[in-house]
């Protein structure tokens, strides 16, 4: 071949080579032999966006918990991951009120497609600093489950329900107490009742007390669009109410006053919910980060005060503690069994 014909060739050779190693994507970067890659770790050039669904990610209302040495930090709520199925909680904003309280949840139950969660939690009011309400107390302690099925790679379900527990106590009108069941329950006590009760409602020293059982039930359902964007339904019923309540004077005897007797009528109360039906719904919206989680939806209630149906309605929480990605990029692979 004569050098000057040969020139173009080589020229030409020399242009499209590294043209051609342009046009081939490179092959994903692999762990060593021996070795794999950490669950929830991204490919190079991999958004995180496109990573396979995570459906526990919402843990209120669920069976799920936000795992140990987690902190996720919410408007309503903050919870700390003791275990890895075991969480405590607090409502910071109570405790700003005077409302000290505390919860528990633990996953009791694991297995690939249904978990089963129990949880317990008590909240103390302090009404005689409250409300001026002599020697008034009052203790609400809510105990229930839920159950948290995975019928779908898309979809998630859970139903569960709550018994909340109430005590109260005080030197007060058992019109304002059963003025205060009403106002935490949507339920009116019966007037027969009130007047019996009130018979004895002449002197500053009434007694009057109450132990009452708020039943309620809760359906949700999550629809996961994307490892991100989701649509999450909530439902909450309230189903029964039961209890006694106890009005009457309080008499102290004895040198020193050690030995107090209440005197007075007191009642037994079962009043099913279904002619007063009363229920909390929402519909929202929620983009679920790496850290950050946010709900925003409209809150649907029937029956009973919108300001309660708002935490399901409207969640924000930022989650500390160590990540999926930031443990793989710390530690490429770990050792395979």
């Given at each position: 071949?004569?050098?000057?014909?040969?020139?173009?060739?080589?020229?030409?050779?020399?242009?499209?080579?590294?043209?051609?190693?342009?046009?081939?994507?490179?092959?994903?970067?692999?762990?060593?032999?021996?070795?794999?890659?950490?669950?929830?770790?991204?490919?190079?050039?991999q958004?995180?966006?496109?990573?396979?669904?995570?459906?526990?990610?919402?843990?209120?209302?669920?069976?799920?918990?936000?795992?140990k040495?987690?902190?996720?930090?919410?408007?309503f709520?903050?919870?700390?991951?003791?275990?890895?199925?075991?969480?405590?909680?607090?409502?910071?904003?109570?405790?700003?009120?005077?409302?000290?309280?505390?919860?528990?949840?633990?996953?009791?139950?694991?297995?690939?497609?249904?978990?089963?969660g129990?949880?317990?939690?008590?909240t103390?009011?302090?009404?005689?600093?409250?409300?001026?309400?002599?020697?008034?107390k009052?203790?609400?302690?809510?105990?229930?489950?839920?159950?948290?099925?995975?019928p779908?790679?898309r979809?998630?379900?859970?139903?569960?329900?709550?018994?909340?527990?109430?005590?109260?106590?005080?030197?007060?009108?058992t019109?304002?107490?059963?003025?205060?069941?009403?106002?935490?329950?949507?339920?009116?006590?019966?007037?027969?009742?009130?007047?019996?009760?009130?018979?004895?409602?002449?002197?500053?020293?009434?007694?009057?007390?109450?132990?009452?059982?708020?039943?309620?039930?809760h359906l949700?359902?999550?629809?996961?669009?994307?490892?991100?964007?989701?649509?999450?339904?909530?439902?909450?019923?309230?189903l029964?109410?039961?209890?006694?309540?106890?009005?009457?004077y309080?008499?102290?005897?004895g040198?020193?006053?050690?030995?107090?007797?209440?005197?007075?009528?007191?009642?037994?109360?079962?009043?099913p919910?279904q002619?007063?039906?009363?229920?909390?719904?929402?519909?929202?919206?929620?983009?679920?980060?790496?850290?950050?989680?946010?709900?925003?939806?409209?809150?649907?209630?029937?029956?009973?005060l919108?300001?309660?149906?708002?935490?399901?309605?409207?969640?924000?929480?930022?989650?500390?503690?160590?990540?999926?990605?930031?443990?793989?990029?710390t530690?490429?692979?770990?050792a395979?069994?």
């Open positions: 071949m004569r050098p000057h014909a040969a020139a173009p060739t080589l020229a030409l050779a020399l242009w499209t080579a590294p043209v051609r190693a342009q046009d081939t994507p490179p092959a994903p970067s692999q762990p060593p032999a021996g070795w794999e890659r950490v669950e929830g770790a991204r490919a190079p050039g958004r995180w966006i496109d990573l396979p669904i995570q459906p526990k990610v919402r843990t209120d209302g669920t069976a799920w918990t936000v795992g040495g987690h902190v996720r930090l919410g408007l709520k903050q919870t700390w991951g003791v275990l890895d199925n075991a969480d405590l909680s607090t409502n910071a904003a109570l405790w700003i009120l005077g409302l000290p309280n505390a919860s528990t949840e633990i996953t009791a139950i694991r297995t690939r497609y249904l978990d089963l129990l949880r317990a939690g008590a103390w009011l302090d009404l005689e600093r409250l409300s001026d309400i002599p020697q008034g009052a203790t609400l302690v809510p105990v229930g489950f839920t159950a948290s099925a995975l779908g790679k979809v998630s379900l859970h139903l569960g329900g709550t018994w909340n527990i109430l005590d109260a106590s005080g030197e007060y009108t019109e304002q107490l059963a003025q205060g069941i009403a106002t935490a329950t949507g339920v009116s006590l019966d007037p027969a009742l009130l007047d019996v009760l009130q018979d004895i409602d002449d002197s500053s020293d009434i007694y009057a007390g109450a132990h009452v059982v708020l039943t309620q039930s949700d359902a999550d629809v996961h669009i994307n490892r991100r964007d989701s649509l999450v339904l909530r439902t909450t019923t309230f029964l109410l039961t209890g006694s309540i106890q009005g009457g309080r008499t102290e005897s040198d020193d006053n050690s030995v107090t007797a209440e005197i007075g009528p007191s009642a037994r109360l079962t009043v919910l002619d007063q039906l009363s229920v909390l719904s929402s519909i929202s919206y929620q983009a679920s980060f790496q850290r950050l989680q946010v709900r925003v939806g409209l809150p649907l209630v029937e029956g009973g919108w300001i309660a149906a708002l935490p399901q309605a409207f969640s924000l929480s930022w989650t500390l503690g160590p990540m999926p990605d930031e443990r793989a990029a530690s490429l692979a770990t395979a069994p």
